[in-house]
DNA sequence: CGTCTCCTTGATTGAAATCAACTTAGGTGG
DNA sequence: CCACCTAAGTTGATTTCAATCAAGGAGACG
């Protein structure tokens, strides 16, 4: 092994292991089809519940696209491993988020679980057909696919930011707004993670949070908890740099 | 910098049937969730044809999303103007792509001519009221939603990448796959709308042209006229830069 | 108590932004 | 046709910011 510790290789060791050890298709298809008692859309009979374990691969790149997700509790990291070694996150999805719908029929990412969570998991093809038959699911369908367009093009404008300081006000910001619990942020993933997702390192990721400390805009009881104590600094912040 | 008039209303108001549109092709021609409309399709009736003058705006953020458009010819870019002055382009448009799109009712994004161009506009309603009808126009319309979802996933991943030289390499192979032109890549866009494109300032579009030219892996007959002569190097450059 | 992982902080290096000067291409009118 | 003008593009010098390399600290856990 090398010298240089690699924080999420030993996620790659899961992968190989995950690969073998949950059948996704054999897995469902044996599991009993069951109501999704917080989903109040079309798709209420149709989601199966799965639970996976802390950092356990959900799909791979190159998986089959039969079917996709919605986040019932925790985080899910969707992500692309780059050839020269590096961890691109494109998305982090939380609950009440869906997930896992592509265009073609093999997907381009991998989703992983953050921390342990619950999905509901609905079939493509069952979708598709009631889809045909029911115009408010297809309407559901677009309604996700917009979505999940807006948050990518949202992400890209956070990335196309020059400086990391205005991208890590960004990302709190949203994470904020997206976790609906006020100032206070909690956070499932590292900082690793979060450098993977905005494209700095994980010494710029800690540096500006500190620095953010320091200047009186956040507060961090630990290093997963964290208070916005001056959203306008940090919106200009994100604004403009 | 632009103007803010808006004269292709006008033009709207000649119903013109749309005539046949070169068929979408390159990294979104997938089997699944796909339909072709290229001939065929209930689309073909419904749009306007529109001209735009170079430059010209064809909507701006806060605008209805009442109408989308296709791209006839030329190219279009997809920008947000950023409070600090800067012009984000988060996508170009070139013949056979749609564009227009988004969820809410008000657009996000300001669309602008690069060079003068044709578009098939579509009144969104009208398209809804066919789409709760005709299947096969929901499910082009779900299309359209996951192609944009893709693009803009890809280019995430091109601004995810840390080298200046990876993203340009990049942006010159998509652009080649896209135009289907040979190795011959004809730019109607300036040094300054790549850059604003791939979040890197103009000099620096300038200076690695010159260096990918002195390392013979392209030519530059002309500023706007770029071969490709050695892609499986660039090819390198964007995997792993 | 040691060990591991995650996080923080410091020192150095490297790449791109910025500032600035200069060149080229394209258009206009004499 | 040329002289001129302007916008676009190139190249160089300097500065700035974040990556990298390196070391140490904090918390979890057996």
Request: proline residues 3%.
């Amino acid at each position: 092994m090398r010298t240089k510790t690699n924080p999420w290789r030993a996620t790659l060791t899961l992968h190989a292991a995950a690969r073998t050890i949950p059948p996704t298709r054999g897995f469902l298809a044996r599991k009993s089809w069951q109501t999704d008692l917080r989903s109040t859309g079309p798709f209420q009979t149709a989601g199966a519940i799965v639970q996976i374990p802390e950092g356990r691969q959900i799909f791979a790149e190159g998986d089959d696209t039969d079917l996709f997700y919605k986040v019932a509790s925790s985080v899910v990291r969707i992500c692309k491993f780059l050839k020269d070694g590096r961890r691109q996150i494109i998305a982090f999805h939380m609950a009440g988020e869906s997930f896992g719908f592509e265009l073609g029929l093999y997907r381009q990412f991998t989703a992983e679980a953050v921390k342990e969570c619950t999905l509901v998991c609905y079939r493509r093809r069952n979708i598709e057909l009631m889809a045909q038959k029911d115009r408010t699911v297809s309407r559901q369908l677009l309604q996700y696919a917009m979505q999940g367009l807006a948050q990518a093009q949202a992400h890209s404008l956070l990335l196309a930011k020059p400086r990391a300081a205005g991208r890590i006000a960004s990302f709190l910001l949203d994470w904020q707004s997206r976790s609906n619990n006020g100032a206070v942020i909690q956070f499932a993933m590292s900082r690793q993670e979060i450098g993977d997702h905005l494209a700095i390192s994980m010494e710029t990721v800690s540096r500006i949070l500190s620095q953010f400390e320091r200047d009186g805009l956040i507060a961090m009881p630990s290093t997963r908890e964290l208070h916005l104590l001056n959203t306008r600094v940090l919106g200009e912040m994100a604004d403009c740099k």
